[in-house]
């Protein structure tokens, strides 16, 4: 999208006269420290990055989704609408190169691509890296955010200080493409723009060329169905671009169709988010201090309906009653003081003079290791874009075809299916198999989550006619599959959600 640097970035770029290619330059990036919020690209140079150039949303989407959340946060009030709801989300990743071999930079392996799931799923569970430090915060005695909670009258359990919320939503790996087939690797579709007879992303110089470029060229000639598909764009970008990642916003009509919400280029051909490559997950080829995967946390929090902490503006709102207001964008490193900025924004409600700003939160600008949260509010504007927004809302139940079993590498077969009952499902932690077979078998119990990774396996001999009980109290909250098998090929496969 067309957005400009800020101007303290602009001028800082155009001040060291960055001309050099990113692309050329494919070697890992140095583990010596760096200079707080820098980032050394995989070639030689360091750039302070613009975090992000997602689009303000106008005025207009602003007022239809502020009225959507008013009528999803009256439908909880009225039970109508399930204030624990869990979303499962497919996404693939595109991941542009040239002619690297796989698990060359910008070609990034299977288990950096892994990983950024990994993080992304933790970070929406509340239990990402270094949310351990945010119970170490206090003022006064009172844990983070006291003071502003209690003042700003918010229901429990945010007012003995704000919570990190857990959204939920859960990510999993696309199992099959467009046609229906089961891919190689799941969630990863690799497009060489050399065989595309496209020009290299990192040519383009200037954040409007290569935004432009990406929308117009790359996005459009591989995007998959975006109601179907949460589509990731991973590239390699010119060292004077300097820019992590950028988003679309949800749609903002109830018309068929995607208008953009408000975004300026979201479409059936751009929706989505687009991330540098060397700033995708937490294992592989990265450059601190963004390489902890948050980038696409951040931008995926765009894709949900979120805007930025300081509302874009100078102490404006973000529409979220559990965030104070902030001046600006915050590129902090860690370890920091709490309370952080205390005071920079004095009036209205939403004032930081309790506790200062909240630069830990996944949509302000600080470095991976020093953003862990998203707000009980924020997750309730996720969930009214899932629930509301036409482009978000069928994502889950295309996840219930697009993502595992298959992604577990498991074979879909059923005849087990009539003679074993798995209830309850959703289940609050307590399973049951009820088993009742033609003759005895013995059984191999496993559980899988979305990304194909054994959570739990249990072996029955002998089983005929039995009510089998499994406590699953210590699986976070999410979809799952559970798989049975037995003599031969006797398997059944089911879809578990745990609450």
Not at 244 to 257: E, I, K, N, Q, R
Not at 410 to 435: H, K, M, R, W
Request: charged share 15%; aromatic share 10%.
């Amino acid at each position: 999208m067309n957005k400009k640097l800020p101007i303290n970035v602009t001028k800082w770029i155009l001040a060291v006269g960055i001309t050099a290619s990113l692309h050329a330059q494919n070697q890992p990036p140095s583990s010596a420290p760096l200079p707080d919020n820098t980032v050394q690209f995989i070639g030689n140079g360091k750039v302070k990055p613009n975090r992000c150039a997602a689009k303000t949303p106008d005025a207009s989407w602003d007022t239809w989704f502020n009225q959507k959340v008013a009528e999803y946060k009256q439908a909880q009030l009225s039970e109508r609408t399930e204030a624990n709801a869990t979303y499962t989300i497919p996404i693939v990743f595109h991941v542009i190169y040239g002619s690297q071999a796989v698990g060359t930079f910008p070609n990034l392996s299977k288990a950096q691509i892994v990983s950024q799931v990994n993080v992304l799923n933790n970070d929406y569970k509340g239990v990402g890296f270094n949310t351990s430090q945010y119970a170490l915060m206090k003022l006064n005695g009172h844990p983070a955010f006291y003071d502003y909670a209690v003042a700003n009258s918010l229901p429990a359990p945010d007012n003995n200080g704000i919570i990190i919320a857990n959204s939920g939503i859960t990510f999993c790996l696309a199992a099959k493409n467009p046609s229906g087939a089961t891919m190689a690797e799941p969630g990863i579709d690799r497009v060489s723009y050399t065989a595309k007879g496209w020009s290299d992303p990192a040519s383009q110089t200037s954040i409007n060329g290569f935004t432009s470029y990406i929308d117009g060229t790359i996005k459009p000639g591989t995007i998959w169905d975006p109601t179907k598909y949460f589509n990731v764009w991973l590239t390699d970008e010119n060292q004077a671009v300097g820019l992590l990642g950028y988003s679309t916003f949800p749609d903002g009509t109830t018309l068929s169709g995607l208008s953009g919400g408000g975004s300026g280029n979201a479409s059936a051909t751009t929706d989505g988010c687009w991330v540098w490559a060397g700033s995708c997950g937490d294992v592989g080829t990265l450059s601190p201090p963004y390489n902890l995967g948050r980038t696409l946390t951040h931008e995926s929090g765009h894709y949900f309906g979120l805007r930025h902490v300081w509302g874009d503006g100078t102490c404006a709102t973000d529409y979220c009653t559990d965030i104070p207001q902030a001046a600006q964008a915050n590129y902090v490193s860690w370890p920091t003081t709490y309370p952080y900025n205390k005071g920079t924004c004095s009036s209205g409600a939403g004032n930081n003079t309790q506790d200062g700003e909240m630069f830990m939160n996944f949509m302000d600008y600080s470095n991976d290791s020093a953003m862990w949260m998203f707000t009980t509010d924020q997750v309730t504007r996720m969930h009214t874009a899932l629930a509301q927004c036409p482009d978000r809302s069928s994502l889950t139940t295309a996840a219930n075809t697009i993502c595992a079993p298959f992604a577990a590498g498991i074979t879909e077969t059923a005849d087990l299916t009539n003679y074993i009952g798995v209830y309850p499902n959703p289940s609050e932690g307590q399973l049951f198999l009820e088993v009742s077979l033609p003759s005895t078998l013995d059984l191999n119990v496993e559980i899988v989550n979305t990304l194909g990774q054994l959570v739990f396996t249990k072996k029955e001999s002998g089983i005929r006619t039995a009510l089998l009980s499994y406590d699953l109290s210590a699986l976070s909250q999410g979809v799952y599959f559970i798989r049975v098998t037995g003599n031969g090929d006797n398997r059944m496969v089911k879809k578990i959600v745990i609450k």
